[in-house]
Nanobody, 123 residues
Framework: QLQLVESGGGLLQAGGSLRLSCAASGRTFSNYVMGWFRQAPGKGRDFVAAINRSGGSTYYADFMKDRFTISRDNAKNTAYLHMNNLKPEDTAVYYC????????????????WGQGTQVTVSS
């Protein structure tokens, strides 16, 4: 079982930046594709970004590109989501997830999930 714990969420004003972290334990982190998703109140869980096992390839939702950056440090068993120029519509619970499959945006492709971290952006 791979355990995932997100951190780094918080309350901030529009235009600000945050870095979310996802610490993994229990299995070999570098064996998994890592993804970030988010879920706003009353909405479904949306794909944000994913990164392959080595960190050499990334995949973003179209509306995230150029503001968000996904990265990973396999030596630290941690994935990151750097978020810049945050907007009120970015308010959501952000989840990291791990996949034994390929780089993809579908929730069903991911085998393990963290508990989420809240990001709230005020106008």
């Amino acid at each position: 079982q791979l355990q995932l714990v997100e951190s780094g969420g918080g309350l901030l004003q529009a235009g600000g930046s945050l870095r979310l972290s996802c610490a993994a334990s229990g299995r070999t982190f570098s064996n998994y594709v890592m993804g970030w998703f988010r879920q706003a109140p009353g909405k479904g869980r949306d794909f944000v970004a994913a990164i392959n096992r080595s960190g050499g390839s990334t995949y973003y939702a179209d509306f995230m590109k150029d503001r968000f950056t996904i990265s990973r440090d396999n030596a630290k068993n941690t994935a990151y989501l750097h978020m810049n120029n945050l907007k009120p519509e970015d308010t959501a619970v952000y989840y990291c997830a791990a996949s034994r499959n390929g780089l993809g945006p579908r929730t069903r492709e991911y085998n393990y999930w963290g508990q989420g971290t809240q990001v709230t952006v005020s106008s």
